[in-house]
C-alpha cells in the first residue's frame, strides 16, 4: 500500500535525483553523478532475439498457460477463509432461525407430560382448618357420575394399585376475520353441548373492526380430542397447547379421608347410643356436629376432585384479524387505506428478512476480510522475505 | 525498446481504459529488464515476463486509473511475480546480462570500458534491495512516482531511498579496483 508522504526531500536529494533523470533524458551528462546513472543505464539486461520471438509468440496466443510448465501451487488461505465465513455464516443464520421465541410462529401445539401432584393427604387436601368456602361451594354442584378410580379400601386384602386419575386440559387460540366472529362464537357453544359439555363462563367483545371472544369450556375427559378437533376447524389455529396433570394421590387421598371420617363418626353414633348422663350425651352430639362438618368438605373435596379427573377444561380464546391483501371475501372491501397497510407490513417483513440476513453475513464478511487481509500480509512479507534472501 | 512488435494481441474483453496491446509493446523489455536485474538468470526472467503479462491479462479490470499509471501497475504485479519466483526456486544465481554488453562496445573507448566494467562489478555488490531500485529506475525506466507505486512507498521516501542507493553504488565503485 502506497503511503502518503508530503515531507519534501532534502535540497541535495532533490538536486541529485533531477540531475539523474536530466542524464537518463539526455539533457546532460556531465558531472561524476550523471556518467554513473549512464553508465548503470547502459547495464540494462536486453532480451536476445529468441526470447523477443517467444514472448510475441505467447503474447499472440494470449498468454495462455503452457502446459509443458509445472503448475504453480496455489496457496489454500483463500479457500479456507471461505470455508470459515461460510461455515460461520451458518452457524449464525441457523442460530438466528431457532433461537428464543419460536412460539411467534402461528399455529404452534405445545403438549405437555402429565404432572404428579402432591401425593399425601396432607398436602393434597383441604384441612378442616383451612378448607375455603369457595371450595365449599363448587361441592354444592353435583358432578356427573364417573366410574369409583380405586376399589374401597379393606382392612384384610391388601389395595391393589389405583387406577391413574388424570385432569387434562387445554387451550386453543383461534384467529378469524371480524365479520365471522359471532359465527365462529356460535359454533363453540354448539360444539360443546354436542359433546355433553357445558360453559363455565364466556365473553364475547365485538367492535367496529373487530373483537375478541373467550370461553371457559368444560367438556368429559374422554371427548377432549374429538371437541379440540371440531373447535379447530372453527377458524384458523393460532395455537393450541395440552396439559395433563396426575391426582391419583391426591384421590386416594381424599378417599381414605372420607373413609377414616365416616368410621369416626360411627364410632361416635355407637357412644351416642350408649350415653347414659345427659353430659355424656351433649358430649358426644358435639363431636358428632364436628366430624359431620368435617366429613362434609371432605366429601366436597372428593367430589371436585373427581369432576376434575372426568371433566377436561377447555379455554378458547378467538382474535380477529384484518384480512390481507388479496384475500378479501365477502362484503369486506380492499381500501387505499388496506393497501398502504398491506405496503408498509411487506417493506417491515423485507426489512426484517434484510437484517437477519446482514447480522448472518456480517461476522462472516468481517471473518473473510480478517482473513484475507492476514493472508495479504502474510504474503507480503514472505515475498520481501525472498527478495531479502536474495543475492 | 526499440524491437516493434508487429503481432497483433488476440480480441479479449478489454475494460476499455486498458490498451494492452500498446502496454505489452512499451514495457516488454522493460518487464524484462527488470526481472532479470532481480532474477539474475535471463532463462527465469523470461518465464516470469510471460507470466507478468499473463496475469495482467487476467486482472486488467483490477487496473484503476486513479491509483497510478498502467506502467506502475504493471510494474507491482512483474515484481509479485518475480518475487514468488524467487520464494520458489530459493537459489540464487550470477547476475547474467546480454552477453553483448559484457563485451566493450566498438565506439567504447578503453577508459569508458574500464568504467562500466566497474560499475557492473559494483552493482552486484549491492544488497537486493539497492539493486531493485536501480533496476527499476535506470533498467526499467520507472519515474520516481512509478517507483513508489511498485514498492509501495511514498514518492519522497522512494526519492530518498534511491538515493541513498545510488550513494552506495558509488562507494561501490570507488572499492572497486
Redesign the interface.
Known sequence: ??????????ED??R??AA??AA?AGDTADG??A???I??????????AG??A????????????QTG?PR?RRSILPALAAAGALLVALVVGVTALNGPGDDRSGGSVALTQPAREPATAREALPTDDNASAGGDATAQKVAPSVSEAAPPLSASAPAPAPARSVERGATLALVTTPGKLDEIASGVVRTTDDLRGYVVSSAVESRGTGGSATFDLRVPAAQLQPALARLSKLARVRSRTESSLDITGAVVASRERVDALSAERRGVLRQLAAATTPAETEQARERLRIIDMRLARAQAARLQLRRRAAYSTINVEIATRRPSAGAVTGGGTWTPGDALHDAVRVLSIALGAALIAFAALLPAGLLAAALWGTWRIVLSR?????????? | MT?S?T????A?PIAGRLDFDAL?RSS??DI??YV???LRD?SA???V??LT??RA?RRQRSYRPGR?SERGWLFGIAR?AA??E???R?R?SAM???P??DAPSPHDDAEQAL??AG??AA?ATLE??DR?L?AL???A?LS?GEL??VL??????A??Q??RA?QR??KA?DATP
Do not use: W
Not at chain 1, 517467444?54 to 498457460?65: K, Q, S
Open positions: 500500500m502506497r503511503r502518503r508522504d508530503r515531507t519534501p526531500l532534502p536529494v532533490a541529485d535525483l539523474i533523470d537518463l561524476e553523478l556518467l554513473l546513472a553508465d548503470v543505464r547502459d547495464q540494462r539486461p536486453r532480451p536476445d526470447v523477443i517467444r514472448l510475441d509468440a505467447r503474447a499472440a496466443d494470449g498468454f495462455a498457460p510448465a504453480r514472505r515475498r520481501n522475505g525472498a527478495l531479502d534472501g536474495a543475492n | 524491437t512488435l503481432v497483433p494481441l488476440p479479449r505489452y516488454r523489455d524484462y529488464a532479470a536485474t532481480l535471463p526472467a523470461e518465464d515476463t510471460a503479462f499473463e491479462l497510478g509479485n518475487l514468488d524467487l520464494r520458489r530459493r540464487t547474467v546480462t546480454d553483448a554488453s568504467r562500466r560499475v557492473r552493482l537486493p534491495r531493485e536501480i529506475k535506470f533498467h525506466g520516481n513508489a507505486r509501495g512507498l511514498s514518492e519522497s521516501n526519492g530518498t534511491l538515493h545510488m553504488l558509488r565503485c
